[in-house]
């Protein structure tokens, strides 16, 4: 199984910063792409930035020049510096990756189990 923990969630007033982190572990052969998801109470999940593992990255408009995604690919680790944040940002955040267990099995999609980000006005 992979297991992904999130942290550096939290409360911060509009304007200010946080940087949130996801590790992955357990039996893992290659992680793909790894990415950051949003849920807002009375909303759909929504993609907020995805990294592969070459580095390309992609990003919701509304966070483009505000959040920045990275990873570190041999901690099995990726990153969401969210800048400038506003109160709509307020959500659970879920990390997630694309990955294989061994050479020979499926790759599948995992969660973290999410963490709250709360901005203030």
């Known amino acids: 199984q992979v297991q992904l923990v999130e942290s550096g969630g939290g409360l911060v007033q509009a304007g200010g910063s946080l940087r949130l982190a996801c590790a992955a572990s357990?039996?893992?052969?290659?992680?793909?792409?790894m990415g950051w998801y949003r849920q807002a109470p009375g909303k759909q999940r929504e993609l907020v930035a995805a990294i592969t593992n070459g580095g390309s990255t992609n990003y919701a408009d509304s966070v483009k020049g505000r959040f920045t995604i990275s990873r570190d690919n041999a901690k099995n680790t990726v990153y969401l510096q969210m800048n400038s944040l506003k109160p709509d940002d307020t959500a659970v955040y879920y990390c997630n990756c694309n990955a294989r267990r061994t050479p020979w099995s499926t790759t599948l999609d995992y969660w973290g189990q999410g963490t709250q980000v709360t901005v203030s006005p």
């Open positions: 357990g039996s893992i052969f290659r992680i793909n792409d």
